[in-house]
């Protein structure tokens, strides 16, 4: 069966000429009629950015319109992107919104939803992949096809999947950000849920971030750490610099110093750590 690529873009998976309404363009479509995407891949949703779209929409109106669909013969009409600007328009009052109504199959209804979402940073890890695992289980897609569509990985699907291997209360504090994918992924390395479980309580006891996280996973599992070379001894003043930045970046840093200047490597052991780096940098 021939795949349209998701990660094109929205038309790339519903192009003009799919459109059941004789009208290309958008149209208003009363709230009422608009029923939610029972294939929705998202959760959650932040009630403080939520009124603050509700706001923007009082003030502009909505700039891109939903994408629905319609059973034959039905009146309602079904939501396939564009939840959040649904609900924001529910608070701000609006009695019809901008949409363009498409035919779409349960599968592309799916894959636009998770599509969307994705494209705006909007799911977390395990709504993501819970979407993921839908579309392997009632579609029959593979991670590779998986990940074509959603423009990721293969290596990022399969990841993203085995996070819904972890115990509840692990898969709870992933969803709820108590700790991260990362911290998630670390944790799979442990091969039974009793040990999971344990690294977990001393992650969030002792506020480990990923990478230590790992080395705690590694010491459990009984690897021996890897002996490193003998280098020649640093300077202790470079060294109590190191140890400083260390401390006020909360990781590895190394000052390679010469007479006419020298370099400066901040290290970072995920794309978690490199954010949080970055953060700090902009403030």
Known sequence: MARRGLGKGLDALIPVEAAVEPTSGAQQIPVDLIKPNPSQPRLEMDDVKLEELSNSIREHGIIQPLILTREPNQEEYILIAGERRLRAAKLAGLESVPAIVRQVSDQERLE???????????????????????????????????????????????????????????????????????????????????????????????????????????????????????????????????????????????????????????HYYSDEELETLIQRFNQ
């Open 112 to 266: 636009l939803a998770l599509i969307e979402n994705i494209q705006r940073e909007n799911l977390t890890p395990l709504e993501s992949a819970e979407a993921y695992q839908q579309l392997n289980d009632e579609f029959g897609l593979s991670h590779d096809q998986i990940a074509e569509q959603v423009g990721k990985s293969r290596t990022a699907v399969t990841n993203t999947i085995r996070l819904l291997k972890l115990p509840e209360a692990i898969r709870a504090a992933i969803g709820s950000g108590k700790i991260s994918e990362g911290h998630g992924r670390a944790l799979l390395s442990l091969n039974n849920e009793k040990a999971q479980l344990a690294a977990f309580q001393t992650i969030v006891s002792h506020e480990l971030n990923v990478r230590q996280a790992e080395e705690l996973v590694r010491k459990l599992a009984g690897e021996k750490p890897a002996v490193e070379q003998s280098k020649p001894s640093k300077d202790p003043e470079v060294k109590e610099i190191e140890n400083n930045l260390r401390s006020i970046l909360g990781t590895k840093v190394t000052l390679n110093h010469g007479k006419k200047g020298g370099t400066l490597v901040i």
